[in-house]
Structure formats: structure tokens, C-alpha cells
């Protein structure tokens, strides 16, 4: 709070004493004493600025001042608002008011709208001086809002941004849900790969264990064919062999008639007699001698026949009546 002393001239040929920081001393009925603010005080300015293109826009702005803190400031203010301290912000406003018109009427509204800082700037180097003669400072002017009504002069110019920003937005989200497509659709071939792998898998186990079941089914009868045919061969064999030497044991057994004295009986029917039998028992000792292969003989009580029997079941050869 300031106070100054009224009455009289003062030193500098101010019309009253300025006094800051301390009090003073005055003398009752000589001297008056009026309080000015020196505290920050705000103006608001609403008004409708027309730009240099003839667009009528409508400013809404806020203003911080005070009284200057020098003596000269402090006089000034102090004559034109001592009575009435209200109407510093009443004045600055209007003062403000008259240089927004003046700076936006210089302006187009792209511009105002791209740089509202260029704005502030001007009006407040333009109001400076002006405020200064009535013992103001300006501490800081803020433009809170600017507006066409409903013109719709600024939101076209917003629309060529507004529709790229869409654009752009649009493009990226379908993008977006491409790159998820994608991603599913590589989900699901990797799981259908992930089944088929797995089928191919199984269906190998499966082949494998049928395979085995298979080879363990078929190994008792193969053994048993394969054992039938190696006894087969070997039959084949002997009988070959036994056929081989039949004309040996033949004469082995003629060759005991070689040195004997045979009485014919019956001329020629009786030589006949004699090699048929002679024949015979070459077959049934080559008959006895498979069958003793195949199977040995047994005697009836389940022991053998004896030695003194060289071969079991071959019959014994019909005597022949010697002289």
C-alpha cells in the first residue's frame, strides 16, 4: 500500500508527497492521506476483432498489471485512479481491447491461429507506452480463446489436417488389423502344422507297433514252416541218397548167392523166383531204412529190439533152398 500526503506543493512540483515502505508524519487538518494499491491487478478484454481478411473472430483475453513501483508511476496512477481504483482495470481493458483490433485487423486468421504468441507480443509492445503515461506496468497478456462463432472459417481450415489425421489414422488401424490378421492366420498354420506333424507321428507309432504285433504273430508259424521244410529237405535228401546206393545194397545182397550150390526147382520160373526175391528185399531194406530214419522202431513194450537185429523192421530174406 502506498500513501501519499496531500496538500501544498512538494518537492519536484508533485502535487503530493509520495511516501513507500515506512510511514510518515503529518499534520491533522493541513494534510490528507490516500492509500494506493501497488498489488498485481487483472483486466479481462472480450471483444470482436475483424482480420485482414474481414473474418470477424471472437477474443477473449486476461491481463496482469499493477502500478509502476517508481515515484513518477505511482503519481500518474495516482491522479487518474486515487478516487476510483477500480477503474484501472475498467481502462486496461479498453486500452487492450483497442490494440487487439488493431494487431488482429493486420493479420489473417491462419496466422492468428498458427502464432498467438506473435499476437500477444504486438499488442503488449503496443500498449506499452500507453499504459506507462497512466502509471502502468504490464506483467504478462494471455489470449484464453479465439473463436469464428459459428462461421466455421477456422474448423475449414482445420479439415484438409483433420482428414489426413484421419487418414493416417485409418491407414495405421487397418495396418493395425492386417499385422493381427497376419498373426492369426500364422497361429493357425502353425498349429495346423503342429496336428499334422503330430498325425504323422502317431500314424508312424501305430505303423510300428502293427509291424511288431505282425512279426511276433507270424514267428511261431514261420519257425514251425521253416522246421517242416528243413525236415522236408532233408527226407528229400536221404531218399536220394537211398536210391543212389540201391543197386549197391542189391548186389551186397546177391553177392552171398556168388559161392553157393542153388538147386533150381523149377527151371526157369524158379531162376525168376530168385531175382524177384532178390529184388524184394533190396526195396524193403531201403522201405526199413527210411522208415528207421524217419522214425526209429520201438518193441512193443517200449524197449529195443536187441542187438543182435542189425536192422530193425527189414524183413528177412526168404531162404533159398541150397544143395
Known amino acids: 500500500m502506498q500513501n501519499k500526503h496531500s496538500g501544498g506543493k512538494n518537492r519536484g512540483g508533485m502535487p503530493f508527497k509520495v511516501i513507500t515502505g515506512h510511514g510518515g508524519f503529518i499534520l491533522p487538518f493541513f ?63 479498453r486500452i487492450f481491447s483497442g490494440h487487439l483490433r488493431s494487431i488482429i485487423g493486420s493479420m489473417t486468421v491462419e496466422e492468428i491461429i498458427r502464432d498467438r504468441q506473435k499476437l500477444a507480443t504486438e499488442v503488449l509492445d503496443g500498449s506499452k507506452a500507453e499504459m506507462a503515461r497512466i502509471g502502468l506496468t504490464i506483467d504478462a497478456l494471455q489470449i484464453q480463446s479465439i473463436d469464428d462463432g459459428k462461421l466455421g472459417y477456422i474448423a475449414a481450415i482445420a479439415a484438409p489436417h483433420n482428414a489426413a489425421i484421419q487418414r493416417q489414422a485409418q491407414i495405421a488401424q487397418a495396418e493395425a488389423n492386417q ?48 522246421a517242416e521244410a528243413a525236415a522236408s529237405h532233408n527226407r528229400v535228401a536221404l531218399d536220394r541218397m537211398l536210391i543212389d546206393q540201391l543197386p549197391e545194397i542189391v548186389r551186397q545182397a546177391a553177392s552171398g548167392l556168388a559161392g553157393a550150390n542153388v538147386t533150381v526147382l523149377n527151371g526157369a520160373e524158379g531162376i525168376g523166383e530168385i531175382a524177384t526175391g532178390l529184388v524184394g528185399q533190396g526195396v524193403a531194406i531201403f522201405e526199413a531204412l527210411r522208415a528207421g530214419v524217419r522214425q526209429p522202431a520201438h518193441a512193443p513194450d517200449g524197449h529195443d529190439n536187441g542187438a543182435g537185429a542189425e536192422h530193425p523192421g527189414i524183413a528177412a530174406p526168404r531162404p533159398i533152398q541150397e544143395t
Open 179 to 226: 499385422a493381427a490378421a497376419e498373426a492369426e492366420q500364422r497361429s493357425q498354420r502353425a498349429q495346423a502344422e503342429y496336428a499334422r506333424q503330430t498325425s504323422i507321428v502317431q500314424a508312424q507309432y501305430r505303423a510300428e507297433i502293427d509291424r511288431a504285433q505282425a512279426e511276433a504273430a507270424q514267428a511261431g508259424p514261420l519257425a514251425k514252416a521253416q
Open 31 to 93: 494534510r490528507k492521506v490516500r492509500f494506493l494499491t501497488l498489488a498485481m491487478c487483472e483486466a479481462k478484454v472480450a471483444d470482436t476483432c475483424v482480420t485482414y481478411q474481414g473474418i470477424s473472430l471472437n477474443v477473449r483475453a486476461v491481463i496482469a498489471f499493477k502500478v509502476g513501483n517508481d515515484s513518477e508511476s505511482i503519481v500518474n496512477a495516482g491522479q487518474r485512479f486515487l478516487s476510483d481504483q477500480g477503474q484501472m482495470a475498467v481502462l486496461t481493458g
